[in-house]
Structure formats: structure tokens, C-alpha cells
């Protein structure tokens, strides 16, 4: 970590004139673009979740979940303060007491230098917003009062715009989602409206993103443009898989039942959109790209064995 203290110290050096808050949102930023949610602490059992939180507020585990890039909330909340406080920034760490809650949630509190003004930070819940380049709701609110800004979105707003985290060539995520639902053509029937997201779903790269993190935002942004009824029943979840060099890669997939039949979308790792698919022609692909799939697909498994049958047929 205090390699990284030092490439943010040169980057203040090249930019003069940030304000205390312009290099907590930097710090707040460029850290997240670095860090994951450890899926260890999300799927572990309970000794390893233990383990795992338990750890997260020494050293040597912070200089660890920062080197692997895997943090949970307490980690990357001890992460933040350890960074900032090396910049002369007064900031603390505080759990969210609930008695409810076994492994409490940790937060950060950023006081200003004069004590005039303190706000809350919340790293890990901005995580997936900012590698999916969305606004970051968790940033600047009321101590006292969650639903309150002390840090505006205007103002917030203004700093990614300084920063070059937002520009009008690369807008947030959040503008994207909001011209689906606003400019939807009311033509289209609700498969064809859907087809027209999932295959346009990213307007430019999101790199080092994980499979459930892109399933959870892709998720997200369906809700925002349809609404949390429109597609149930409709649109189902596919939870699709390679092994590939004995390591389980795993992908993001849904399938839509509609009047034409049963339309199978795979995400593409390289357009970073969907691609669709009728179920013969998915049937082809998953043989040939040794694709399995933890969920079924209506009709998938007999136009598979079909294959297979022709296939012995022509040997």
C-alpha cells in the first residue's frame, strides 16, 4: 500500500490545486478501479467468512487484500483510511452496529481539516457503480441520515468531470440506462425491446469485471428500463460455464419465451453485449464450445441429443 500512497502522491504533485474532497473522491475512484469483492467471504462457509472478516483490519491481511485485489467491506474500509490518513487526510472507520447482523457492515467517515464537515464513504457498495462507471451513490452522505448528501451529486458530479471519470464521449452508465427507458420504441414488442438491450447492454468496455458482478448490474439495469414486473415469467437467469484448463470460467446468460418460440441470449466476452440465439442454433454452439449451463432451457437438451445422434449417424 505504500507503493500506491507514493503514485498518488505523484499524481497530486502533476495536478495542484485538488481540494480535500477532489483527492478523497481520486483516492475513492482509482482505488475501487483496482479492487474486487472477495468471493471467498460471499460463497465461504462460516469458518471462512469468520476468518476472513476477522482478519480484515491488520496490516499484513490489508497489504494482502490489496496485492490480490480481493477485499471485503472492513478490508477495503481500513484500506481507504490507511491511504488517506497517509495523505494528511483525517478520516476514521466505524461499523454499522446491528445486532441482527453477524459480520457488521464498516464504513469510513472523511472529517474535513477544519472539523466543520464530516461525510460517509462506503467503498465496497461503490465498487461494482464505479467499475461500471455509474454515479457514486455511496459517496458524501449524512452520517446521521443515508437518504442526505453533504456531498451534492452536482458537486459530485463536477468532481469526475475534473478527474476525467466522466466527460460527454464517456457519460455515466447510469445516462445510458436512463435513454433505453426514456427513447424505447413503443413499436416494438416487449422480445424485440428486450433483444434491443441485451444485445447494445454495454456501450464501451468494462474490463476486470466479474461474472457476478456483471450479472447482478445487468440485472439492475433490466429492472431500471422495464420495471421489476414486466419481465417476470419472461426473461429467465442462466447460469452457463466452461472448464477450461481445469479452472471453471463461468458466463452470463438469460433465455426469453416468447410468440416465436424460446430466444437464448450468451454473453460475449468481447463485444461485452449478448448474442442471441434460437435454441437449435444455441444446441450447435454448446456443442461446439463444450458449454454447459446450471439451469434449463426449454427444448435445449432434445436439440442437443439430436446432434449427437446425427453426428453418429454421419460417422
Known amino acids: 500500500m505504500d507503493q500506491y500512497v507514493e503514485e498518488v502522491k505523484e499524481y497530486l504533485n502533476s495536478n495542484p490545486g485538488l481540494t480535500e474532497d477532489e483527492i478523497v473522491m481520486y483516492v475513492y475512484l482509482d482505488l475501487a478501479s483496482r479492487l474486487r469483492f472477495d468471493a471467498d467471504f460471499f460463497f465461504g462457509g462460516r469458518k471462512k467468512k469468520s476468518e476472513i472478516y476477522h482478519k480484515a483490519s491488520i496490516i499484513t491481511e490489508l ?26 487526510i483525517n478520516v476514521v472507520t ?25 461525510y460517509q464513504v462506503d467503498l465496497q457498495n461503490d465498487l461494482t457503480n464505479i467499475h461500471y462507471h455509474c454515479f457514486t451513490s455511496n459517496f458524501g452522505k449524512n452520517i446521521y441520515n443515508d437518504k442526505e448528501y453533504i456531498i451534492s451529486p452536482l458537486r459530485q ?10 466527460s460527454d464521449e464517456n457519460p455515466y452508465l447510469d445516462d445510458y440506462v436512463s435513454q433505453f427507458r426514456m427513447y424505447m420504441p413503443s413499436d416494438l414488442s416487449l422480445a424485440e425491446q428486450v433483444n434491443l438491450v441485451l444485445t447494445n447492454i454495454e456501450p464501451y468496455p468494462f474490463l476486470n469485471v466479474s461474472y457476478w458482478e456483471r450479472r447482478w448490474k445487468h440485472e439492475q439495469m433490466l429492472k431500471e428500463i422495464f420495471g421489476s414486473r414486466k419481465l417476470s415469467n419472461k426473461l429467465h437467469t442462466v447460469e452457463f460455464y466452461q472448464k477450461i484448463d ?44 463444450d458449454i454447459c449451463y446450471r439451469q434449463g432451457i426449454k427444448g435445449l437438451n432434445s436439440e442437443i441429443n439430436k446432434l449427437r445422434k446425427q453426428k453418429v449417424k454421419k460417422i
Open 246 to 289: 481445469g479452472e471453471t470460467i463461468n458466463n452470463n446468460g438469460y433465455f426469453m419465451f416468447d410468440k416465436d418460440g424460446v430466444t437464448v441470449y450468451y454473453y460475449n466476452i468481447d463485444t461485452f453485449c449478448y448474442e442471441a440465439y434460437d435454441v437449435p442454433s444455441f444446441a450447435q454452439k454448446v456443442l461446439d464450445e
Open 157 to 166: 458530479k463536477q468532481m469526475h468531470q475534473k478527474l476525467g471519470y466522466i
Open 94 to 118: 466505524i461499523n454499522e452496529v446491528n445486532p441482527l447482523i453477524k459480520y457488521e457492515h464498516v464504513v469510513n467517515i472523511v472529517i474535513s481539516a477544519d472539523g466543520k464537515k464530516s
Open 63 to 88: 497489504n494482502k487484500c490489496f496485492d490480490n485485489h480481493k477485499i471485503i467491506c472492513k478490508s477495503s474500509a481500513y484500506i481507504f483510511e490507511y491511504i488517506l490518513k497517509k495523505l494528511g
